[in-house]
């Protein structure tokens, strides 16, 4: 089951910056949070993780709640580019491996 | 940038029939992953291999579905005979060990009629 709750979908306009909220209000300490996107008909893309410090990339910044049941993925400055479905995922250790533990993901609608 | 490579792109194939995809991942990337994606969900990992070994199968449908990664470079993924629930898309994706990020392939699109 998944570990992560998101909105269904969100739209945002063309340049300003996407905040894309994530509830995990279960995960446990060693447990990394991962974003990824997928545009349609493409593969998931990398976007970034973290732990517990707030992160930051070329493509965006995770912001972590200091209590980690909850994180929130920020695209600076959105374009039609960017329209995809944003998963929030845990990452879980199930003895000497790690699994993905994928929800349904957020649609995110860029407008221009 | 290196990609994970996979092919074929599209598959259509009647059900009963048997059908195979092929997965290349990043050179030097240890672990390889196959998932499965039903639209409108997200990826369900189907088995994992560390090297040419499987660490991780237990939600594969053994009784129709097969993987191997023999050498620990290339893979294959088969069903056999497939079934009109396996349309999907079938996503592999690698990684330099069992922890690092994944880089995922563009997919096969299975149908099965």
């Known amino acids: 089951d998944a570990k992560t709750t998101q909105p269904t979908s969100m739209d945002c306009a063309e340049g300003r910056a996407a905040n894309l909220p994530c509830n995990h209000s279960?995960?446990?300490?060693?447990?990394?949070v991962y974003w990824y996107r997928q545009i349609h008909s493409q593969g998931p893309q990398y976007i970034i993780h973290?732990?517990?410090?707030?992160e930051t990339n070329e493509m965006a910044s995770l912001i972590i709640t200091e209590d980690r049941k909850s994180s929130t993925l920020i695209l600076p400055h959105a374009t039609l580019r960017d329209t995809a479905v944003y998963y929030c995922i845990v990452r879980v250790a199930t003895g000497s491996n790690y699994q993905l533990i994928w929800g349904a993901g957020t649609k995110l609608i860029i407008k221009p | 940038e290196a990609e994970v490579a996979q092919s074929p792109r599209y598959k259509i194939t009647e059900k009963s029939q048997a059908v195979a995809f092929w997965c290349d991942p990043i050179s030097g990337h240890a672990t390889l992953y196959w998932y499965r994606q039903i639209l409108g969900q997200g990826p369900e990992l189907l088995v994992q291999f560390q090297d040419e070994s499987v660490v991780d199968d237990s939600q594969l449908p053994k009784d129709r579905f097969s993987a191997e990664r023999l050498k620990g470079v290339d893979s294959t993924l088969k069903i056999q005979p497939a079934e009109l629930g396996d349309s999907a898309m079938y996503l592999c994706?690698?990684?330099?060990?069992?922890?690092?990020?994944?880089?995922f392939g563009s997919g096969t699109r299975l149908t099965v009629v």
């Open positions: 973290g732990l517990k410090n707030n």
């Open positions: 279960t995960i446990s300490g060693n447990e990394y």
């Open positions: 994706a690698s990684s330099r060990d069992r922890g690092s990020g994944y880089t």
